[in-house]
Structure formats: structure tokens, C-alpha cells
């Protein structure tokens, strides 16, 4: 089936799951003049897009119905089952031609899935997932790690490139989400960096904010201490990036390391503290709270 381009005002894209990414995202796509049609599990996370001239549909199923292009941003990986699979799910409303691109962050293997079922119906599938936090969706800014069929990527390029800065075709399918687990090894690494050093800091009686700014421009510079140290100074653990979403990332990665017979043991250790901040009630935290397992375990009671 031959591909056309994309073309604002004219071709038709749908967007299912508009949380914390997904709004702003969908935004960027709504303001170049794209045809929306939007679907969410809560409605009212939808309605500014509506507001702003997106389409309301019911399901999944009708949004593909609907639309030249899906795109899906939701949870975990059996929401993303679900939109795809379920009884009223995106493969029961798919034309020949069509292009499918899950943004969520889930496991290769379920990439492989919906790239096979969508080529039997003679469409085709992407796996996008992304980086650059609630800033980098906001501000158009993500990094956009992806895999599949590489004719339909060059097509929804424009789409990409209004969400994004960096657009990088990694290979075939689950190349995307692999690119992505690599991502999430090295900000376990990064995280845990920046709140030990913060605590370090603390305990040494150092004013927090003036070693922020030496070490901010140093070798130490990174995002993890541009955007989130600030936040963890404020006391401010809103998400961001939820707890819960990041032990599932760590989960698949460390569940791929495994099938790959390679040992990680600095992201297991991560994925531990993690485990322990979900037990503590951080669950729906940002990542950044990963402090307050590491001050438990010191006894430390920052003033905040
Ligand atoms: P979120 O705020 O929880 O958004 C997910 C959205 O998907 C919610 O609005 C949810 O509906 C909707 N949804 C879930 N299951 C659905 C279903 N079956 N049908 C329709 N809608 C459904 O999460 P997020 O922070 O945007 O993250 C989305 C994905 O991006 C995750 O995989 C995450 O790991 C990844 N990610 C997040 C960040 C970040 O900084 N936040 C950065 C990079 C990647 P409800 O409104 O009913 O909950």
C-alpha cells in the first residue's frame, strides 16, 4: 500500500491518552493544523484539546476509524494492550495504509507485537517512545527514539519534528524501545547520583543552592541536576515522571538484561530503592523523591 504524506489541514490524526505527556504533546500536533481526534480513558484529562478544535471519539476503535495516523501515549504496557487489542481497541478500526505510532515506554517484544498484527492488515506500525520529561513536551523539545518500518517514519516526520528536537530512526521493530531502556539505565544512574550528592552536601552543612550552582557547570552538568535538583531544594515532588512509570521502565530493562544474559547491578540496585519508595506511599511521586528513600534510610529530616 503506497504511503502519502502528511499534510496539515488535510490528514486526519488521532491521539489516545492525554495525561501528563500526551496533552502538550497532542497540543504541538493540534497548533501545526492537523485534523485531531482524541480519545482518553478519563475524558475531562481530553477536554482543553476539544476546546482547542480537537474531535471527540469514544474508543480506540473509533478513533483509528477516524484517522490517517494514531498516535498512542498511555501508562503501562497493558494499557497499551489494551487500546491496541481490546474488544473496542485500535486493530478492530484499522485501514490498509494506515500508521500507527506508540510514544508509551513499554517492552520491545510488545513493539514486535503490534508491528506484526498491524502489517497483517496491510498497515503499519511504529514504536516512538521519548525523553525530555514534562519540560521537553511542553517545550517541543523531546528526544524521539524510532523503531519500525522506516518508509512509514519518513512520513510522519513532520508530526515527530513538531513534538520533538531529536528524531532518530534507531532500526527495525522495538529498536525505538530498546533505545529507550538504554535511556532509562543511564537516568537510574544519574538519579541516584544527584540526590546522594545532595544528601552528601547536606550532611557536610553546605547551602544546597550554592553547590548547585558550581557544580551545575562542571563535569557533573546533567538533566537530571538542571531540572529536578531545583525541585528537590523546593520540597516541590510533584510528577514530572511518576515513580510508579520509572519501576516499570527499570523492570523491563532489567527483564531484557536478563534474556540478554547480562548483569546490571547498578540499575538493580536503583530498581530496589525504587521498590522501597513505592512501599513507602511514593508511588505517584516524581522520580526525584528517590531522596526521600535514601534520607530513610540515613534518618535524615531535611528542613524543607
Ligand atoms: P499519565 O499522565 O499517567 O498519562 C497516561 C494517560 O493514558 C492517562 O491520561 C490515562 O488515562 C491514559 N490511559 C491509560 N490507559 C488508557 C486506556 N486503556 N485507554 C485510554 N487512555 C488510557 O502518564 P505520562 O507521564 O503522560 O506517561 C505516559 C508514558 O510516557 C508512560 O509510559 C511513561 O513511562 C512515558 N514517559 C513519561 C515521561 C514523563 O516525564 N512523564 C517521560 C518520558 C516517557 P487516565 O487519565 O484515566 O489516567
Given at each position: 500500500?503506497?504511503?502519502?504524506?502528511?499534510?496539515?489541514?488535510?490528514?486526519k490524526v488521532g491521539w489516545i491518552g492525554t495525561g501528563v505527556m500526551g496533552l502538550p504533546m497532542c497540543r504541538h500536533i493540534l497548533a501545526k493544523g492537523y485534523l485531531v481526534t482524541v480519545f482518553n480513558r478519563t475524558k475531562e484529562k481530553a477536554l482543553p484539546l476539544v476546546e482547542k478544535g480537537a474531535r471527540w471519539a469514544?474508543?480506540?476503535?473509533?478513533v483509528?476509524?477516524g484517522s490517517?495516523?494514531v498516535f498512542t501515549m498511555?501508562?503501562?504496557?497493558?494499557?497499551?494492550?489494551?487500546?491496541?487489542?481490546?474488544?473496542?481497541?485500535?486493530?478492530?478500526?484499522?485501514?490498509?495504509?494506515?500508521?500507527?505510532?506508540?510514544?508509551?515506554?513499554?517492552?520491545?517484544?510488545?513493539?514486535?507485537?503490534?508491528?506484526?498484527?498491524?502489517?497483517?492488515?496491510?498497515?503499519?506500525?511504529?514504536?516512538?517512545?521519548?525523553?525530555?520529561?514534562?519540560?521537553?513536551a511542553r517545550?517541543?523539545?523531546?528526544?524521539?527514539?524510532?523503531?519500525?518500518?522506516?518508509?512509514?517514519?519518513?512520513?510522519?516526520?513532520?508530526?515527530?519534528?513538531a513534538m520533538?528536537?531529536?528524531?532518530?530512526?534507531?532500526?527495525?521493530?522495538?529498536?525505538?524501545?530498546?533505545?529507550?531502556?538504554?535511556?532509562?539505565?543511564?537516568?537510574?544512574?544519574?538519579?541516584?547520583?544527584?540526590?546522594?550528592?545532595?544528601?552528601?552536601?547536606?550532611?557536610?552543612?553546605?547551602?544546597?543552592?550554592?553547590?548547585?550552582?558550581?557544580?551545575?557547570?562542571?563535569?557533573?552538568?546533567?538533566?537530571?541536576?538542571?531540572?529536578?535538583?531545583?525541585?528537590?531544594?523546593?520540597?516541590?515532588?510533584?510528577?514530572?515522571?511518576?515513580?510508579?512509570?520509572?519501576?516499570?521502565?527499570?523492570?523491563?530493562?532489567?527483564?531484557?538484561?536478563?534474556?540478554?544474559?547480562?548483569?546490571?547491578?547498578?540499575?538493580?540496585?536503583?530498581?530496589?530503592?525504587?521498590?522501597?519508595?513505592?512501599?513507602?506511599?511514593?508511588?505517584?511521586?516524581?522520580?526525584?523523591?528517590?531522596?526521600?528513600?535514601?534520607?530513610?534510610?540515613?534518618?535524615?529530616?531535611?528542613?524543607?
Amino acid at each position: 500500500m503506497p504511503l502519502s504524506p502528511v499534510q496539515p489541514h488535510q490528514t486526519k490524526v488521532g491521539w489516545i491518552g492525554t495525561g501528563v505527556m500526551g496533552l502538550p504533546m497532542c497540543r504541538h500536533i493540534l497548533a501545526k493544523g492537523y485534523l485531531v481526534t482524541v480519545f482518553n480513558r478519563t475524558k475531562e484529562k481530553a477536554l482543553p484539546l476539544v476546546e482547542k478544535g480537537a474531535r471527540w471519539a469514544d474508543s480506540p476503535m473509533e478513533v483509528a476509524k477516524g484517522s490517517d495516523v494514531v498516535f498512542t501515549m498511555v501508562g503501562f504496557p497493558e494499557d497499551v494492550r489494551q487500546v491496541y487489542f481490546g474488544p473496542s481497541g485500535i486493530l478492530k478500526g484499522v485501514r490498509a495504509g494506515m500508521i500507527l505510532v506508540d510514544m508509551t515506554t513499554t517492552p520491545p517484544s510488545l513493539a514486535q507485537e503490534i508491528h506484526k498484527a498491524a502489517a497483517e492488515l496491510g498497515a503499519y506500525a511504529l514504536d516512538a517512545p521519548v525523553s525530555g520529561g514534562d519540560v521537553g513536551a511542553r517545550e517541543a523539545r523531546l528526544s524521539i527514539m524510532v523503531g519500525g518500518d522506516r518508509d512509514a517514519f519518513e512520513v510522519v516526520r513532520p508530526l515527530l519534528e513538531a513534538m520533538g528536537k531529536s528524531i532518530v530512526y534507531q532500526g527495525g521493530p522495538g529498536a525505538g524501545q530498546h533505545t529507550k531502556l538504554t535511556n532509562q539505565i543511564v537516568i537510574a544512574g544519574t538519579m541516584i547520583g544527584v540526590c546522594e550528592a545532595l544528601l552528601y552536601a547536606y550532611k557536610a552543612g553546605l547551602d544546597l543552592a550554592t553547590v548547585l550552582e558550581s557544580i551545575r557547570g562542571g563535569a557533573a552538568q546533567c538533566w537530571t541536576l538542571d531540572n529536578l535538583a531545583p525541585r528537590i531544594l523546593k520540597g516541590n515532588f510533584d510528577p514530572g515522571f511518576f515513580v510508579d512509570h520509572f519501576v516499570k521502565d527499570m523492570g523491563i530493562a532489567l527483564e531484557e538484561a536478563r534474556r540478554m544474559k547480562l548483569s546490571l547491578p547498578g540499575l538493580s540496585l536503583v530498581h530496589q530503592l525504587y521498590v522501597a519508595l513505592q512501599a513507602q506511599g511514593h508511588g505517584q511521586k516524581g522520580t526525584h523523591a528517590l531522596i526521600l528513600a535514601l534520607e530513610h534510610l540515613s534518618a535524615i529530616r531535611r528542613d524543607q
